[in-house]
């Protein structure tokens, strides 16, 4: 079993920045894409960013591109969530997912592992 812990989030003023953190624990997943999908209240969970294997590839929502950037460390098995220019729209639980076999880069929240989720609020 795999067990996946955000960190990281809180309250920020618009433009600034936080950077989420998501450590793995149990079995092995620091070989397969792991991603970042947020919830707002009274929406759908939707698609922030994912991040190949190795982090050689990277897909973002339109929403995020040019302001949020996704890396990972394998030695530490964990993947983090840069996020700049923030704003209010970006309010929501952000969740860490990650997969347990190779799927490719999904954007869809099909992935096989989840996190509680941490808070990010973005005043205006």
């Known amino acids: 079993q795999v067990q996946l812990v955000e960190s990281g989030g809180g309250l920020v003023q618009a433009g600034g920045s936080l950077r989420l953190s998501c450590a793995a624990s149990?079995?092995?997943?620091?070989?397969?894409?792991k991603g970042w999908f947020r919830q707002a209240p009274g929406k759908e969970r939707e698609f922030v960013a994912t991040?190949?294997?190795?982090?050689?590839?990277?897909v973002y929502a339109d929403s995020v591109k040019g302001r949020f950037t996704i890396s990972r460390d394998n030695a530490k098995n964990e993947v983090y969530l840069e996020m700049n220019s923030l704003k209010p729209e970006d309010t929501a639980v952000y969740y860490c997912?990650?997969?347990?076999?190779?799927?490719?880069?999904?954007?869809?929240?099909?992935?096989?592992?989840w996190g509680q989720g941490t808070q990010v609020t973005v005043s205006s």
């Open positions: 991040i190949s294997g190795n982090g050689g590839a990277a």
């Open positions: 997912a990650a997969d347990s076999q190779d799927k490719g880069l999904l954007s869809t929240p099909t992935y096989d592992y």
């Open positions: 149990g079995r092995a997943v620091d070989i397969y894409a």
